[in-house]
């Protein structure tokens, strides 16, 4: 075998990942170093990303494309299965966790519903060209962060729009600098009504929670296997049962519809780290059933360090993301572009402040920053905000994050499927915009316990 650097098969994937590792590094360092960079809250990884598309787009460095889309669409997945296998405590379940989850998925819902308006009436005005179901990528980049930005945005490419990947992409650039910048102006003035002096928060990575290393009953550190390596050995396995659940289900499709198989087939594989989610949750079941039989005796997750790989993958798929972007792909985009950032970073403004007033009014503010942070940028975004003015985690708006986030997978499964239904038909289009308003109301009513009046007895 060759070991050379002409096997270019042997080091390349190596000499991409330590470009992208160096430039986390030096994102680092000016993060600490510069001031206005540290004040910017801008998280390292979305830095990092920045720096490499300066430096892909000015021809001094040459990352090829495919290498950025595999890091950004296999990250999104390891990232939430590592965070699906952790265990969980009672006290963070039941109507809570529900109703935060709910919250998430109707900004959602606001998000494409307004962006779906924008793009349907640019395209039947002064841009007859313009894919219509374009403004989806809106709660997409916006809400899910680079990850699913990159996904949807490459099915839409599929389907016809060109450029539709970058656009995703960048709206999402532009949604972490809607968190930073909205999020750093309101913290502020929080901080300044409250008579609190300015700290000097560091960015932390997308998985970050208040953790111990080790909880009770765990497999000891003197173990003959890594700890790492079991949380790691965890995180694969699932991701490949997550890969061979997705191909029997396509498989089986194909075979029993293969019409319907043309939709469902991308919506599977693109949103894969949903199937990963359903796996790690339903593994994460197993291990605590066999452990309350007694058939084995040990707690193999480790919270902490599962943290520590959804962080890693994480930080890699924005790096990647953000540096996969195609700035000649928005040539013809710019102004649904700049029309859904700004509309997109507005209404999720007032919306998650109002809800936030009557759903935790208790900590209406630190919910507010917290959540804002998240549903523009990523879970790291809403941390580095809420660290502003809660850095000792004193409220539950740090666990309502990660807490929401699990629960709206299942409040955000019928989303799914209405993205890849709409840019079927115009008419699929507007039975989409349709649905989601219903759906809207339906997550409003069970949040604010919305109930239909009586009609009154006669007497």
């Known amino acids: 075998m060759d070991y050379s650097a002409a096997n270019t098969g042997l080091w390349n994937a190596f000499v991409y990942l330590g470009v992208i590792a160096g430039l986390l590094l030096l994102g680092n360092a000016l993060n600490r170093k510069v001031r206005i960079v540290r004040n910017s809250l801008l998280p390292v990884s979305a830095l990092a990303g920045f720096l490499l598309l300066i430096l892909r787009n000015t021809g001094l460095m040459n990352i090829p494309m495919e290498i950025l889309e595999m890091i950004t669409y296999h990250g999104i997945a390891l990232g939430f299965i590592a965070l699906s296998l952790r265990t969980t405590k009672e006290a963070v379940s039941g109507s809570y966790a529900m109703k935060s989850g709910a919250l998430i998925v109707s900004t959602y819902l606001i ?49 016809g729009f060109i450029g539709g990947r970058s656009f995703g992409l960048s709206l999402a650039a532009a949604g972490y600098l809607s968190a930073c910048l909205v999020g750093l102006w309101y913290t502020r003035r929080l901080m300044k009504r409250r008579g609190l002096d300015h700290r000097d928060v560091s960015a932390v990575s997308g998985s970050v929670t208040v953790d111990i290393f080790q909880d009770e009953n765990e497999v000891p550190l003197e173990e003959s296997i890594d700890r790492f390596s079991t949380q790691v050995a965890l995180v694969l396995v699932t991701y490949l049962a997550t890969f061979l659940v997705t191909l029997g289900i396509t498989t089986l499709v194909e075979q029993l519809a293969p019409g319907f198989a043309r939709t469902l087939s991308p919506l599977l594989w693109g949103f894969n780290f949903i199937t990963g989610s359903a796996v790690a949750i339903g593994f994460r079941s197993v291990l605590g059933k066999l452990r309350k039989k007694k058939i084995i005796n040990r707690q193999y997750q480790n919270n902490y360090l599962l943290n520590r790989i959804s962080g890693l993958a994480f930080d890699l798929m924005i790096v990647a993301g953000i540096a996969s972007i195609n700035m000649e792909d928005l040539s013809g985009l710019l102004a649904p572009f700049l029309i859904l950032a700004v509309l997109g970073a507005v209404v999720t403004y007032f919306y998650a402040r109002w809800m936030c007033r009557r759903l935790t009014p ?84 069970y949040m604010l316990g919305w109930r239909p009046k009586r009609a009154k007895k006669a007497v």
Do not use: H, W
């Not at 374009?134 to 099915?155: E, F, H, T």
């Not at 208790?362 to 850095?391: C, H």
């Open 362 to 445: 208790d900590f209406a503010e630190e919910s507010f920053v917290a959540m804002y942070g998240m549903l523009t940028g990523t879970i790291s975004s809403g941390i580095l905000l809420l660290r502003q003015i809660d850095p000792l985690y004193k409220t539950p708006a740090a666990d309502q994050l990660v807490i929401g986030s699990g629960t709206a997978i299942l409040f955000g499964a019928p989303m799914l499927l209405l993205i890849g239904f709409a840019p079927q038909s115009d008419l699929l289009l507007g039975l989409t915009i349709v649905l989601c308003v219903l759906y809207l109301a339906l997550l409003l009513a």
């Open 111 to 159: 998000q494409g519903v307004v962006g779906l308006v924008v793009t349907v009436l640019l395209g039947i005005t002064v841009m007859p060209g313009l894919f219509k179901a374009a403004g989806l990528l809106l709660p997409m980049a916006y809400g899910q962060g680079p990850g699913q930005a990159n996904n949807v945005g490459s099915s839409y490419e599929a389907l």
